[in-house]
């Protein structure tokens, strides 16, 4: 038996601000992303374009790239973990289930897709 914990809205209005909400939020969290990639390939290429291999690049470049990774990640995870949008099919825009440490949409939940 299933013991998830749904947050279900049924007023249209109220969906919309929420999907809008929701979009807000992934949106800001994408733009970080992409952010994080653009100064990640400043430090990963040459001025021609040509990728720069680990071993020719100094030990702050290598820990720069690291920390970039770690950033992008942090977020990543956050956007997974969050209500915004299901941990299995990235659905932004249904009423989410909690069920095992993760958010789920309706129909995952219901197709027993977890
Ligand atoms: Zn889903």
Redesign the pocket.
Known sequence: MKSGRTISIKSDKLKKIRNNLRNILLCEAINRQANISKEEKKVLFDEFGKIIISKDRSKTDNDLLGKFQDEWWKLERLKRKSICE?S??R?TD?DMTYYSKEW??S??YQSN?H
């Open positions: 299901c299995y099919c659905k249904s789920i949409c129909e995952c897709r």
